[in-house]
């Protein structure tokens, strides 16, 4: 089964600052999706950016980017140029897109990202 | 656009009594949709998900069910509450691709917050 690590439980950072969320994953697959989740004071979970296997160009949102290194099966969030309102949750999730059909999400356990102004 | 609807948004139930907690999807036709169960500071554990109409599949045996009556519509119940049960229960919906038979991102609802005494 695949799992995701993220080894970082707390991080911060400064307004207007960069900082990177690191995130590992387990498979054996070739074909699947990752994914950034924030999810805010307010609970709901807001997809970030998402990033498909199989493409090695970077995805990028805005300030949001992810660096994604396939054969270490690494895949970190960059935030630039920090805001307040980043604060949240992070939350990366593995989806495995070799089968047809429905295959959930795997979340990893969150890390907490405070912005001090 | 697809919308989730979520309710109640909170709810505070005694030990023993019935639960429902329901889940609508607008603007998209045979959604894929699932349950999640957040408690305090983890993160996401799958509790069901449906492919389609009384297509239920269960992750984790324990004092819930699930139904979708409907194709847009799914439920989270139990008959009799525990302690254990509180959480923050979140519903999603994704699609899977016509072109590709395959799943990405997920969308969440709001979330409900359920406090068992």
């Known amino acids: 089964a695949q799992t995701v690590t993220q080894s970082q439980p707390e991080m911060s950072v400064q307004e207007a600052e960069t900082v990177t969320l690191s995130c590992t994953y387990d498979t054996s697959e070739s074909d699947y999706y990752l994914f950034w989740y924030k999810q805010p004071p307010s609970r709901q979970m807001i997809l970030v950016i998402r990033?498909?296997?199989?493409?090695?160009q970077n995805a990028t949102e805005n300030r949001f980017s992810v660096n994604f290194q396939k054969a270490a099966k690494s895949f970190s969030l960059k935030i630039s140029d920090s805001q307040l309102g980043d604060a949240a949750m992070y939350f990366c999730a593995y989806r495995s897109a070799e089968s047809s059909g429905n295959t959930p999400l795997v979340f990893g356990k969150g890390t907490r990202l405070s912005v001090i102004a | 656009s697809q919308t989730i609807h979520q309710w109640p948004a909170t709810l505070v139930q005694p030990v023993g009594s019935p639960l429902s907690l329901e889940c609508t999807v607008e603007g998209t036709s045979n959604p894929n949709l699932y349950w999640y169960r957040q408690a305090a500071g983890r993160g996401l554990q799958l509790l069901f998900y449906s492919v389609g109409i009384g297509q239920i599949s269960s992750e984790v045996p324990q004092n819930l069910s699930a139904s979708r009556p409907q194709d847009r519509q799914f439920i989270l119940s139990s008959k009799k509450l525990l302690l254990s049960d509180s959480g923050f229960y979140l519903c999603?919906?994704?699609?899977?691709?016509?072109?590709?038979?395959?799943?990405?991102?997920?969308?969440f609802g709001q979330g409900t917050r359920l406090t068992v005494v």
């Open positions: 990033q498909e296997a199989y493409k090695q």
């Open positions: 999603a919906w994704s699609v899977t691709l016509a072109r590709t038979g395959k799943n990405t991102e997920a969308f």
